[in-house]
């Protein structure tokens, strides 16, 4: 797989956005989604809450093993909607050499809420 290089962007344009850390809560099949993928609510504690995401990471992940794991997620995007679900972060992962998606997240557990520097 190859990724397309994006254009230089400023720290301003980093700092526009807003990457959390939350945990998910609840996790489960998403079958009325295009291509494969599992329904997230993911705790972003505080003033966040609990918020929904859709994520196509199901070569990787089930949803039973999710609950409890701590994923990264851009909060301040404009919700979208995916199939009949509305999803309110875009959670972060990257390709592994099969363009599968594997999560973004700490190595090792930081308060929900807590913002990527």
């Known amino acids: 797989m190859t990724d397309t290089a994006p254009g230089t962007a400023s720290i301003e344009d980093f700092l526009k956005l807003d990457i959390r850390v939350g945990t998910v809560v609840r996790a489960e099949d ?12 993911i705790d972003f504690g ?4 609990t918020r929904k995401s859709s994520a196509q990471i199901t070569a990787h992940y089930t949803p039973d093993a999710l609950i409890g794991r701590q994923v990264l997620a851009v909060v301040n995007f404009p919700p979208r909607q995916i199939g009949p679900m509305r999803s309110e972060v875009l959670t ?26």
């Open 30 to 41: 998403f079958p009325e989604a295009r291509k494969p993928a599992i329904r997230l609510w």
């Open 46 to 49: 505080g003033e966040l809450g």
């Open 92 to 117: 972060l992962g990257v390709s592994d050499g099969m363009g599968e998606i594997v999560l973004m997240a700490p190595d090792q557990a930081v308060p929900d809420g807590s913002r990527l520097h």
